[in-house]
């Protein structure tokens, strides 16, 4: 397993293949989405696809704009600094958005929810592709 200089597994080794690096973005905006529906459903609030579009939009927008200058998805190096500030700085911007254009307040408890879900589900797929990386070692022939 490759490692960058400070021990933490490149991303070579956590998303192996080319194609799963591909899915990355894709993965993190169904959780993004997920995040969204799951509130819907249990809230009993909203119906139809704007409403859903106007409550995501925010969110995927302040994820993927700092996934871009961070380069989540393209650079090599400390891939979980990379995401950790993803998470961090995305939602941020994305709780921001939310209550500056759109004149949502963003309450704290909603706050600790999307980030606490977002965490999960971000990092979640990423350590399981990791876990199951070190179980099953790919073999290349």
Do not use: C
């Amino acid at each position: 397993m490759r490692t960058d200089p400070g021990g933490a597994p490149h991303w070579a080794t956590v998303l192996p293949s080319a194609r799963l690096r591909r899915l990355a973005p894709v993965l993190d905006l169904a959780a993004l989405a997920l995040f969204v529906a799951i509130g819907r459903e249990s809230h009993g609030i909203g119906s139809g696809l704007g409403w859903y579009v106007k409550v995501l939009w925010p969110f995927v927008a302040g994820w993927f704009a700092v996934a871009l200058v961070v380069r989540l998805y393209t650079a090599t190096s400390q891939p979980w600094v990379r995401l950790v500030t993803t998470w961090g700085l995305g939602i941020a911007l994305g709780l921001v958005l939310r209550a500056g254009i759109t004149h949502r307040e963003s309450l704290s408890t909603f706050t600790v929810v999307v980030y606490v879900f977002t965490g999960l589900m971000t990092f979640g797929w990423r350590a399981v592709v990791l876990g199951v990386r070190r179980l099953v070692p790919v073999t290349r022939g």
